[in-house]
């Protein structure tokens, strides 16, 4: 069974801290990954995606792959409680476009 | 450029009721996708669907629930005499290709509560 790991949280940061969000996947051979920010009662919204191993950067955000390491994590700089949230990874089935596969999700509290 | 949308919001069905969401993509999109939220639990994928077909339905319950995207109007997801434990949140999301790098973008959900 394919599977997506998250540790659930929650993660507590202080504002203007870095918060780390990791996710790992068994199915070595996927090749598209993505992070989804979900407000309580709101709907999944992407706010990244990755393709290619090593860094992305958008913004404050930063997503991190590691193929060989089938991991990848999200990088929150300069962390505002407006991002209070729960984090989603999500990696696409191989060859399924469309289809992704979910973790738990990542609770993350920002704290003023 | 209107996003996913998804009618109603809120729906509210006795046990034993007909539930329908629907699920209009953005425009030029020919691809939709069903997700379920199931409470404390992760996005689950149900169904994918294409103009008139049904491409991959491996994540429907086998009964009670089936899924059409005809030529005209919009994809609708049907619960049969709904049970308590299919409340939950529905998401679609539509893509105009499948895969390519295209990401799904999802639609405001609807939210099931069987009484």
């Known amino acids: 069974q394919k599977e997506v790991e998250q540790n659930s949280g929650p993660l507590s940061v202080p504002e203007g801290a870095i918060a780390s969000l990791n996710c790992t996947y068994s199915?070595?051979?996927?090749?598209?990954f993505f992070w989804y920010r979900q407000y309580s009662g709101k709907s999944p919204e992407l706010i990244m995606s990755?393709?290619?191993?090593g860094d992305k950067e958008d913004g404050r955000f930063t997503a991190q792959l590691n193929k060989a390491s089938q991991y990848v994590s999200l990088l929150i700089r300069d962390s505002q409680p407006s991002d209070s949230a729960t984090y989603l990874c999500?990696?696409?089935?191989?060859?399924?476009?469309?289809?992704?596969?979910f973790g738990q999700g990542t609770e993350l509290s920002v704290k003023p | 450029n209107a996003g996913v949308m998804q009618n109603p919001r809120h729906l509210v069905r006795r046990r034993g009721q007909e539930a329908r969401l629907r699920c209009s993509p953005m425009?030029?999109?020919?691809?939709v996708y069903w997700y379920r939220q199931l409470p404390e639990e992760g996005l689950k994928f149900m169904v994918y669907?294409?103009?008139?077909?049904?491409?991959?339905e491996s994540g429907m319950p086998k009964e009670r629930f089936s899924a059409e995207f005809p030529k005209e109007g919009p994809s609708i997801l049907r619960i049969q005499q709904v049970v308590r434990g299919d409340s939950a949140a529905y998401f679609c999301?539509?893509?105009?290709?499948?895969?390519?790098?295209?990401?799904?973008?999802f639609g405001n959900g609807t939210r099931l509560t069987v009484t």
């Open positions: 999301a539509s893509s105009p290709v499948q895969g390519g790098n295209s990401p799904l973008h």
């Open positions: 199915d070595r051979v996927s090749q598209s």
């Open positions: 990755i393709y290619s191993n």
């Open positions: 999500a990696v696409e089935e191989y060859n399924q476009g469309g289809k992704l596969i």
């Open positions: 425009k030029g999109h020919s691809h």
């Open positions: 669907l294409q103009k008139e077909n049904i491409i991959d």
